[in-house]
């Protein structure tokens, strides 16, 4: 079976089974590539994106950092709409109340959370406007 191959492929370049194997790969190694590469690129989106799930202490942190930056931002103006940026508190409350980071209350970014927490709600007891159907 060995001695067959070898006659068929052999070292001859002139051989039809070579030029078309070869002409084959020539053709579609850039296509076959691409799409690896898409796959890879999906796995480790998947694997490491916040879209899918926050399973992770980085993760949770992530979207900690998205939601105080969006709160602080809102409180930089000068002519503040007070009761900004509802949906961002509570999902920062649900991200800040979470056990496992809880047991992580050194991190920065966690800390600079619970400061923005107290500074929004600071801020609006300053002004005597009721957030208490969001932030108890």
Known sequence: MKDIIKKLIGRNKEAYVYKFTSGLYK???P???VFTNMFYDLYFFCKHSNVFSVNTIQKAEAKIILDYHS???GLLHKNIRLGFGKEKVIRLQKYLNDRKLQQCINL???EVGY???CEYYELH???NFDISDYFP
């Open 27 to 29: 053709k579609y190694a």
């Open 31 to 33: 296509y076959i590539t």
């Open 71 to 73: 709160i602080e931002k």
């Open 108 to 110: 920065s970014q966690i």
């Open 115 to 117: 400061k923005v927490m």
């Open 125 to 127: 007891q300053k002004h």
